[in-house]
């Protein structure tokens, strides 16, 4: 198990991939965290990638199931 974990982190921190989601779809996180990351000049939603400082919090905060 310890190693499947590892190789699931090491490929989420390699992804370069990037999702896009609304104030609404981030419900739940952190204002500063959201402060942290880039928005999308065109539709103004955040721009979040698959590594662990992006990732994680969404993961533990956000109170949107689909965005999780």
């Known amino acids: 198990m310890a190693s ?3 190789d699931y982190s ?3 921190n390699e992804e370069k ?3 896009e989601f609304s104030e609404e779809e981030m419900a739940g996180t952190p204002e500063d965290y959201r402060g942290g990351l880039k928005k ?3 539709n103004g ?3 979040v990638g ?3 400082p992006d990732y994680f919090p969404i993961m533990k ?3 949107v ?3 999780r």
């Open 65 to 67: 199931s689909s965005t």
């Open 4 to 6: 499947l974990s590892t």
């Open 17 to 19: 991939r990037k999702l």
């Open 61 to 63: 905060l956000c109170n």
């Open 40 to 42: 999308n000049e065109e």
């Open 45 to 47: 939603k955040y721009i």
């Open 10 to 12: 090491t490929h989420l």
């Open 50 to 52: 698959l590594s662990y």
